[in-house]
């Protein structure tokens, strides 16, 4: 089993910037690709992005990129989303989830653990 738990959420105007975080214990958090979804209400869960076990590879949905930046850091089981121009479609509850296979899932069938979310709100 892992356990996920999220924080950094919050409200920010147009514009500004928020960092998540997600913490993980139980298993390795190194054997264990770690993506971000999201979910705004009466939508479905979307893919933010993704990063590797290593941290050396990343994908991100068209949505965000060049605006989010996915990274990890092994020695402290945490993966983070910096969110930078954060515009009000960002508007949703945030979710990491942690995938023990090698590749660098989209899907959330992809994915083993999943934490209990985090909101993040910006207002225009």
């Known amino acids: 089993q892992v356990q996920l738990v999220e924080s950094g959420g919050g409200s920010v105007q147009a514009g500004g910037s928020l960092r998540l975080s997600c913490a993980a214990s139980?298993?390795?958090?190194?054997?264990?690709?770690m993506g971000w979804f999201r979910q705004a209400p009466g939508k479905e869960r979307e893919f933010v992005a993704v990063i590797s076990r290593g941290g050396v590879g990343t994908y991100y949905a068209d949505s965000v990129k060049g605006r989010f930046t996915v990274s990890r850091d092994n020695a402290k089981n945490t993966a983070y989303l910096q969110m930078n121009s954060l515009k009000p479609e960002d508007t949703a509850v945030y979710y990491c989830?942690?995938?023990?296979?090698?590749?660098?899932?989209?899907?959330?069938?992809?994915?083993?653990?999943w934490g209990q979310g985090t909101q993040v709100t910006v207002s225009s």
């Open positions: 139980g298993r390795t958090f190194s054997n264990y690709a």
């Open positions: 989830a942690a995938d023990h296979s090698l590749s660098l899932s989209v899907t959330t069938s992809g994915y083993d653990y």
